[in-house]
């Protein structure tokens, strides 16, 4: 054996178990494994997660918020004052930040999967995308990272994108991008998706129905189109925070296509929380999808970051915890029925989303592991635990094991 952890957690009901760990992968996991190891970690009763997944984040455009505000905090103003922004990133600069954001995910914070929009437009050209097609192969021993092939500013409102996200399948992404709501016609921006992706045979994730109120929805139409082209479980949104005005009996209808057409669902608290509601006086809402209804109608749910430190997203230190910490209150996910529903997703339904088939604590997965420096496995997420190890294919990536003195 190359590794044997001794004495963890892996779920709620069972007792501890010893995990061994050989060529990259998970071998055994027993009661009790009596062979000799390279290296054996005393768990101590301490949970044992899969690495933790970002489904969905913005690295090229990452740690930018100190050079110029979003004073309205709205999202016309973001989209605004980043692509004024925009001429003024260089290679190195996107590189540089990008790597540094990136940094903070997998050191301390446990990242081991990642899924990346990368955008581009006729304007800037590919000098971002080919950046994170770089920081991809840099950082694979390390971290997986999907590229999404992101049309920021809109397919047919920029034109010359159209054939930009053709260049893009073909530079290497691993699958299409789009945001509907920031084009001319929503549904012809998807339309223009699923026939590129039939042709690349790849997944597809949305920006999708990113709004306070639902007058202007296309979640129906996409999930519609998705099982028409046969393309259900290949289809992920991000935002999808304008359902959440729906009044129960026009949204049931909603969550039961997507359920049929098997949309993940990437909800992204730190910035529609930020961003959302802005012209709400008073009462202010909660301005996230919501995440309970459209788990309970079957919808594969999960959370995820989006942005660090920038016009859409002020704050953030790379610590996917935070981000569910934060999604725990604001969408009632803290009661008993509800919270051992939280770890799920930023660990299992992710990787559903991404279609990760080598992912979790089993034996013949690749050992992808971090070691949470708590006991309980229902409060893995609200401890807020140190991350004290983090396997990467076997490979012991991160140890946090910086010692805290008191002096009492
Ligand atoms: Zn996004």
Same mark, same amino acid.
């Given at each position: 054996?190359d590794?044997?952890?001794?004495q /963890?957690r892996?779920?709620?009901?069972?007792?501890?178990?010893?995990?061994?760990?050989?060529n990259?992968?998970?071998?055994a996991?027993e009661?009790?494994?009596? !062979?000799d190891?390279?290296?054996?970690?005393e768990?101590?009763? @301490?949970?044992?997660i899969?690495? &933790?997944?970002?489904?969905h984040i913005?690295?090229?455009?990452?740690?930018?918020?100190?050079?110029?505000?979003?004073?309205? =905090?709205?999202?016309k103003?973001?989209?605004?004052?980043?692509?004024s922004l925009?001429?003024?990133?260089t290679? %190195?600069?996107?590189?540089?930040?990008?790597?540094?954001a990136?940094r903070? #995910?997998?050191?301390?914070n446990? /990242?081991?999967?990642m899924?990346?929009?990368? !955008?581009?437009d006729?304007?800037q050209g590919f000098?971002?995308?080919?950046?994170?097609?770089?920081i991809?192969?840099?950082?694979?021993d390390v971290?997986?990272?999907?590229?999404v092939a992101?049309?920021? %500013?809109g397919?047919?409102?920029?034109?010359?994108?159209?054939? #930009? #996200?053709?260049e893009a399948? !073909?530079?290497?992404?691993?699958l299409l991008?789009?945001?509907?709501?920031?084009?001319?016609?929503?549904?012809?921006?998807?339309?223009?998706?699923f026939?590129l992706?039939?042709k690349?045979d790849?997944? *597809?994730?949305?920006?999708?129905?990113?709004?306070?109120?639902?007058d202007?929805?296309s979640i129906e139409?996409?999930?519609?189109?998705?099982? %028409?082209? =046969?393309w259900?479980?290949r289809?992920?949104?991000?935002?999808?925070t304008?359902?959440a005005? &729906?009044p129960?009996?026009?949204?049931?209808?909603? &969550?039961k296509?997507?359920?049929e057409?098997?949309?993940?669902?990437?909800?992204?608290?730190a910035?529609?929380?930020?961003m959302?509601a802005?012209?709400d006086t008073?009462?202010v @809402?909660?301005a996230l999808?919501p995440v @309970?209804k459209l @788990?309970?109608a079957?919808?594969n749910?999960?959370?995820?970051?989006? $942005?660090i430190?920038?016009?859409?997203?002020?704050?953030?230190? +790379?610590? *996917?915890f935070q981000?569910?910490?934060?999604?725990?209150?604001?969408?009632?996910?803290?009661? +008993?029925?509800d919270l051992?529903?939280?770890?799920?997703?930023?660990?299992t339904?992710?990787?559903r989303?991404? +279609?990760?088939k080598?992912?979790?604590?089993?034996?013949g997965?690749?050992?992808? #592991?971090? &070691?949470?420096?708590?006991t309980?496995?229902? $409060?893995a997420?609200?401890?807020?635990?140190?991350?004290?190890?983090?396997?990467?294919?076997?490979n012991?990536?991160?140890?946090n094991?910086? %010692?805290?003195v008191?002096?009492f």
């Open positions: 054996m590794l044997l952890l001794k /963890v892996i779920n709620a009901e069972e007792g501890l178990k010893d995990i061994a760990v050989k990259g992968k998970i071998v996991i009661d009790h494994i009596s !062979e190891a390279s290296r054996i970690v768990g101590e009763g @301490r949970v044992l899969p690495g &933790l997944i970002e489904s913005h690295l090229d455009k990452a740690l930018i918020a100190d050079r110029k505000q979003n004073k309205s =905090g709205t999202l103003e973001a989209l605004a004052v980043t692509a925009k001429p003024t990133f290679e %190195e600069d996107i590189y540089e930040r990008a790597t540094r990136l903070t #995910m997998i050191l301390p446990g /990242v081991t999967h899924r990346a929009h990368a !955008e581009f006729p304007a000098t971002g995308f080919d950046v994170m097609l770089r991809r192969e840099e950082y694979k971290i997986d990272i999907q590229i992101f049309p920021q %500013e397919i047919f409102k920029a034109p010359g994108t159209d054939k #930009m #996200m053709v399948m !073909e530079k290497g992404a691993d991008g789009a945001v509907p709501y920031n084009d001319l016609d929503a549904n012809d921006h998807i339309d223009f998706v026939d992706a039939q690349y790849v997944d *597809i994730d949305l920006h999708q129905d990113f709004a306070d109120d639902a202007k929805i139409y996409l999930a519609k189109k998705t099982i %028409e082209t =046969g259900q479980g289809v992920s949104v991000g935002h999808l304008a359902i005005a &729906l129960p009996e026009e949204l049931d209808p909603v &969550l296509l997507m359920a057409a098997n949309i993940s669902v990437m909800a992204l608290p910035t529609d929380l930020h959302g802005r012209n008073y009462n @809402r909660r999808t @309970r @788990r309970d079957g919808v749910v999960c959370i995820a970051t989006n $942005n430190r920038n016009a859409f997203t002020p704050y953030g230190n +790379g610590d *996917i981000t569910a910490m934060l999604a725990i209150p604001v969408a009632h996910l803290g009661g +008993g029925d051992h529903t939280v770890l799920p997703m930023i660990t339904n992710p990787a989303a991404l +279609g990760l080598d992912y979790g604590i089993e034996v997965k690749s050992a992808d #592991m971090v &070691l949470l420096d708590t309980s496995f229902t $409060n997420i609200i401890d807020l635990p140190t991350k004290l190890f983090v396997w990467k294919h076997g012991l990536t991160v140890e094991t910086r %010692e805290t008191l002096h």
